[in-house]
T-cell receptor, first 114, second 110 residues
């Protein structure tokens, strides 16, 4: 296993379009997190899953944002009707709850809304 | 609400010039303080976790320490390859996600 994998690495979309990002966590990790990072800021927590259950949704930025982890493995983050303010790096992290509780991040998906 | 403040925002050092980065935090029920390194355009890379005041961890030229209100990341005799943004984060008693500071942008000049 080579770590957390995110696809695509870069996405350019027109305002108003929908986009979906994928995250494949480290295989034995049961917790998966999504963060957003804008220029000059630290990552901002959005939501997380334990296996297939989404345990926190309130930090999602608006109802245009949704996330799934249908089989407790990979996860997707969807943004509907994108706006220019959605331009950011979207990061995924995973963790083994019963272990040292260290979260490991992927390389992120850079979204640019034009 | 958990809060993390990092200082300085940016730091430029000569190669071999030791220094410290500060992370001040307020959190209800600390369940871990984390240090990450982030290179431009990449995701954060895990460095250390600290759980209780007095705890220290070391890795190569880096040493992290923790008190009840702040953490320090000490860098000894840094090299140019240590140049990066260093992020501090806490996991508090509420939601399981990490609360990050804005980071310290560290530049080591040869």
């Amino acid at each position: 296993d080579t770590g957390v994998s995110q696809n695509p690495r870069h996405k350019i979309t027109k305002r108003g379009q929908n986009v979906t990002f994928r995250c494949d966590p480290i295989s034995e990790h049961n917790r998966l997190y999504w963060y957003r990072q804008t220029l000059g800021q630290g990552p901002e927590f959005l939501t997380y899953f334990q296996n297939e259950a989404q345990l926190e949704k309130s930090r999602l930025l608006s109802d245009r944002f949704s996330a799934e982890r249908p089989k407790g493995s990979f996860s997707t983050l969807e943004i509907q009707r994108t706006e220019q303010g959605d331009s950011a790096m979207y990061l995924c992290a995973s963790m083994w709850l019963e272990g040292t509780r260290e979260a490991f991040f992927g390389q992120g998906t850079r979204l640019t809304v034009v | 609400e958990d809060q993390v403040t990092q200082s300085p925002e940016a730091l430029r050092l000569q190669e071999g010039e030791s220094s410290s980065l500060n992370c001040s935090y307020t959190v209800s029920g600390l369940r871990g303080l984390f240090w990450y390194r982030q290179d431009p355009g990449k995701g954060p890379e895990f460095l250390f976790t600290l759980y209780s005041a007095g705890e220290e961890k070391e890795k190569e030229r880096l040493k992290a320490t923790l008190t009840k209100k702040e953490s320090f990341l000490h860098i000894t005799a840094p090299k140019p390859e240590d140049s990066a943004t260093y992020l501090c984060a806490v996991r508090g008693g509420g939601a399981d996600g990490l609360t990050f500071g804005k980071g310290t942008h560290l530049i080591i000049q040869p």
